[in-house]
Each structure stands twice: as C-alpha cells, then as structure tokens.
C-alpha cells in the first residue's frame, strides 16, 4: 500500500485521509501513509456525513484510503488496502517521492 500510494505521487508534506473501521486494514493504512512519508488523518466512518466533509473540506488530503466496499463520495482520489499489490521489499528514501525529514508530520488529529 505505501508503494501504490508512492506510485500516487504521495509522498513527505502531503494529507492522507483514511476512512477505515478499527480493523487489521486500519493499521495497515497507518503504516503505508508512514512509511510513503506522508501524513494520516483518521477519519472514522461512522462520524455523521457532515463531520466527515468538514474534515475533508479543512484538511484537504491529496488522497484517501477506504474500505473496499465504501460507496462514499470524497472531494479527492481513494484506494483501498486490497488494491495494492503485494511487495514485500523495504521502502527506503530512493522510493520516496522526497525524502523524510524529521520535521515531517505523522498525523493530523481534528
């Protein structure tokens, strides 16, 4: 996942929503949007539509990851865990659209 979002042009300085249940997908969402060196904003699914497009509205991700049954209309591109392809290799600086720094953000908390 962190590859197909890297492939996206995803990468340090940019928003990624993720619109995903507590589940296994969840954290894997997480640690994609890590380590392509972007940010998350957790969303919960279950917020009322309003809040969901409020967040959206203010935050605006470049991209979001959703459950792969979601028939939610975002204002940006979505994935889903399950369309990435597998690839086990580690994801290093060179596969970055730019590299980390440390004064990247991890997340964003509304």
Excluded: F, H, M, N
């Excluded at 991209?63 to 994935?79: F, G, H, K, Y």
Aim: proline share 10%.
């Amino acid at each position: 996942l962190a590859r197909t979002l890297i492939d996206s042009g995803v990468g340090s300085e940019d928003l990624v929503a993720v619109l995903l249940p507590r589940s296994v997908d969840l954290v894997v969402a997480l640690l994609a949007v890590v380590k392509s060196g972007a940010a998350y904003l957790p969303i919960d699914p279950s917020y009322p539509d309003e809040r969901i497009a409020y967040t959206l509205a203010d935050a605006s991700p470049v991209c979001a990851i959703v459950a792969p049954d979601s028939l939610r209309e975002l204002p940006c591109p979505s994935v889903s865990p399950r369309d990435a392809a597998a690839d086990s290799r580690p994801v290093t600086d060179a596969d970055r659209v730019r590299p980390l720094r440390s004064r990247d953000l991890a997340y964003v908390i509304y």
